[in-house]
């Protein structure tokens, strides 16, 4: 079975902090995503990486940034946590194939106050 | 306008009932997704479509090309079976890229 697994499920942050979010996954899949999640709005695409060293903004990706720098670990940072990046943040990963199917994990859900 | 939209946005359904989710969009796609939500966050991959029909236990899941609008169905529903559904599309030419629905929040009483 293909696991992701990402290293905090709760995270409370002041504003202006530096934030780390890990993601990893054991199934050597090249692509890895950052997304987040909020209500009425749905998953949106912060960053994706389709290869180590690689990445490509997404949807949202102002005021974060990514680092992939072994093919299993994708992290999200955030430089200067504002609270309107307080949310439920879902990494996920899939191989390159045209017809990947993605697997999630289980997602982090970040206040910052 | 989003370019996937869900339809309904929230369902309660009675033990045993036939649900149907649906599921429009707007663009070209080369796949669409449906994917299912549980409290707590866990997301999992139920369907991936790119045309006709599949199936797995009591779920069903169609797409119709031409009219952009997929289906997902649920038979004989269980409590088990609550849970927010979501329809992503992958939209033709962005390789690997998903564009998401809001979801569908669906609750099964006994």
């Known amino acids: 079975d293909v696991k992701v697994t990402q290293s905090s499920r709760y995270l409370v942050k002041r504003t202006g902090e530096k934030v780390f979010l890990e993601c990893v996954q054991d199934?050597?899949?090249?692509?890895m995503f950052w997304y987040r999640q909020d209500p009425g709005l749905g998953l949106r695409l912060i960053y994706f990486?389709?290869?180590?060293?690689?990445?490509e903004k997404g949807d949202i990706p102002e005021g974060y940034s990514v680092s992939r720098e072994k093919k299993e670990r994708f992290s999200l940072i955030l430089e200067s946590a504002s609270t309107n990046q307080t949310s439920m943040y879902l990494c996920?990963?899939?191989?390159?194939?045209?017809?990947?199917?993605?697997?999630f994990g289980p997602g982090t859900r970040l206040l910052v106050l | 306008k989003n370019e996937v939209e869900q339809s309904p946005q929230n369902l309660t359904a009675q033990e045993g009932e036939f649900i149907t989710i649906n599921c429009s969009y707007s663009v070209g796609i080369s796949a669409l997704h449906w994917l299912q939500q549980h409290p707590g966050g866990g997301i999992v991959s139920l369907f991936m479509l790119s045309s006709g029909k599949k199936k797995h236990g009591r779920l069903i899941a169609t797409i119709n090309i031409q009219e952009k609008h997929s289906s997902l169905h649920i038979t004989a529903s269980h409590p088990r079976d609550s849970a927010v559904y979501i329809c992503?599309?992958?939209?033709?030419?962005?390789?690997?890229?998903?564009?998401f629905g809001t979801g569908t929040r669906l609750q099964v009483t006994l």
């Open positions: 199934m050597d899949h090249e692509n």
């Open positions: 992503a599309v992958r939209r033709a030419g962005t390789a690997s890229k998903l564009t």
């Open positions: 996920a990963s899939s191989l390159r194939s045209t017809q990947e199917t993605q697997y």
């Open positions: 990486s389709y290869d180590v060293k690689m990445k």
